[in-house]
């Protein structure tokens, strides 16, 4: 038996959050994990991801999701240019070495830039007319 559960809006990136999904066998997948130019933190072009980038002889898209894979979450890049989406495919072979993953893992700034209720919530035909119809309030 499969269950998806959806966190719409408590993750953001917490790594605190993801360990205790993974203590209790809830698999967390990061959906648009590179950020975005439109809505805020953009990270593709933070200066960290571009340095490790670089020495790793890797695009700053491909370090986001290896290191998303390396901490134990999937990984849905969104992007809508099939050069990125392939080179986004190009991440299994390869680890990042423990200082540069702890170094991405303490980026400061880190927060949610796609808010679940535009992914989860119909609110005119779904069976989830808003965040607080899917969320049960425990804490």
């Known amino acids: 038996m ?3 559960i959806y966190f719409v809006s408590i993750l953001d990136g917490n790594a605190s959050w993801v360990e205790a999904c993974q203590k209790k066998g809830i698999h967390v997948t990061a959906y648009s994990p590179l ?6 933190r953009d990270l593709i072009h933070d ?7 670089k020495k790793l002889n890797k695009s700053p898209g491909q370090v ?13 890049p969104k992007s809508t240019n099939p050069d990125r989406i392939k080179e986004n495919m190009h991440v299994f072979n390869w680890v990042l070495p423990d200082q540069d993953f702890n170094v991405l893992s303490n980026i400061s700034d880190q927060e949610r830039v796609l808010h679940g209720e535009d ?10 007319r808003s965040v607080a119809d899917i969320w049960d309030h425990e804490d």
């Open 2 to 4: 499969c269950v998806f």
């Open 35 to 40: 950020g975005s130019q439109a809505n805020g």
């Open 47 to 53: 200066s960290t991801v571009e340095k490790i980038a």
């Open 64 to 76: 986001l999701v290896r290191w998303a894979i390396q901490r134990g979450t999937s990984v849905i």
């Open 119 to 128: 992914l989860f919530v119909n609110k005119n035909d779904g069976p989830y």
